[in-house]
């Protein structure tokens, strides 16, 4: 299960350092094709700056999920990978409740997967 676990944090860390990229750099090309269906093609340009803060906020996510594989002591590293797969299923939660239900299964459920496969390592 421990190799689920690590597979899982990867899939998480992954996905976030994707969003980074597309919120930070690719809002208007990839981020005006992801989101279509949940902002005017028009918003993409006057909220540039908004989506790169949040790509931000989606990097800190990964690079806290890639920190819990340099950690030395089992404990804190388990401690660590829950937290932020804790933090990524709760925004999920929320993007799933305030924007789109799609949030949900690509952001929230494989955290949650994450957090189940890290309890029973």
Do not use: R
């Not at 931000?56 to 806290?64: I, S, V």
């Not at 401690?79 to 990524?88: G, T």
């Not at 789109?100 to 494989?110: E, G, N, S």
């Amino acid at each position: 299960m421990e190799i689920v676990a690590k597979i899982l944090i990867a899939v998480v860390a992954l996905e976030h350092l994707y969003i980074l990229w597309m919120e930070m750099f690719a809002w208007e090309t990839k981020g005006k094709e992801v989101f279509k269906a949940a902002l005017p093609a028009e918003m993409f340009k006057p909220t540039k700056g908004l989506a790169a803060n949040q790509g931000l906020y989606n990097g800190f996510l990964a690079a806290g999920l890639i920190w819990s594989f340099f950690i030395e002591d089992p404990k804190w590293q388990t401690n660590i990978a829950l937290f932020f797969l804790s933090c990524v299923a709760i925004a999920g939660i929320y993007g799933a409740v305030s924007a789109t239900k799609k949030i949900f299964f690509v952001q929230a459920l494989p955290a949650i997967l994450g957090i189940v496969a890290v309890l029973l390592k």
